[in-house]
């Protein structure tokens, strides 16, 4: 059976450094056994992915948005690892929550999640399956169309 930074190795992933935060917040921080992500932007080397990264999503943007919703879970997951100190000492993905910056009328937030959610799949395995919530917002910070956050449960404590 893999571990975990096995299997982010196997499968190819490379995890970004953890972006700079644009406010006075941590990107992830340990509360006992748990560590709660702040919400992480599609940010590739500082700026937002291009396309898909930025503005509101429509139908016709899904498939971008599906993409930088992957991005912003790997910042998630590169925040968690840091405070983990190693993906091998995460035992459950608890929660994933993504907010999709949605034009009016789109309503496939869930369907952009899954960007999200399947990343995680892949790294975590068994470990990754998570509840999530998939909301739909007028808009985000920097004008982001996704942003994600993660509670995790850590064997290191």
């Given at each position: 059976m893999?571990?975990?930074e096995?299997?982010?190795i196997?499968?190819?992933?490379?995890?970004?450094?953890i972006?700079?935060?644009?406010?006075?917040?941590?990107?992830a921080?340990?509360?006992?056994g748990?560590?709660?992500?702040?919400?992480q932007?599609?940010?590739?080397?500082?700026?937002?992915?291009?396309?898909?990264g930025r503005?509101?999503?429509?139908?016709e943007r899904?498939h971008?948005?599906?993409?930088?919703?992957?991005?912003?879970?790997?910042?998630?997951v590169?925040?968690?690892?840091?405070v983990?100190?190693?993906?091998?000492n995460i035992s459950?993905?608890?929660?994933l929550?993504?907010?999709?910056?949605s034009?009016?009328?789109?309503?496939?937030?869930?369907?952009?999640?899954?960007?999200?959610?399947e990343?995680?799949g892949e790294?975590?395995?068994?470990e990754?399956?998570?509840?999530r919530?998939?909301?739909?917002?007028?808009?985000?910070?920097l004008?982001?169309?996704?942003e994600?956050d993660?509670?995790?449960i850590?064997?290191?404590?």
């Open positions: 893999l571990t975990n096995e299997r982010l196997k499968a190819g992933i490379v995890l970004p450094e972006p700079m935060p644009a406010g006075l917040y941590q990107p921080i340990r509360a006992g748990m560590i709660y992500t702040s919400g932007l599609p940010l590739v080397n500082g700026e937002l992915l291009n396309p898909g503005g509101c999503v429509t139908n899904e971008e948005a599906i993409n930088a919703a992957r991005v912003a879970a790997l910042n998630a590169a925040a968690v690892r840091v983990a100190g190693s993906l091998d459950q993905i608890v929660k929550t993504v907010y999709v910056s034009a009016d009328g789109f309503t496939n937030q869930h369907k952009v999640a899954n960007g999200a959610s990343i995680i790294i975590f395995g068994e990754g399956r998570h509840v919530s998939a909301v739909g917002v007028k808009s985000l910070p004008n982001a169309s996704i994600v993660l509670l995790v850590s064997m290191d404590f």
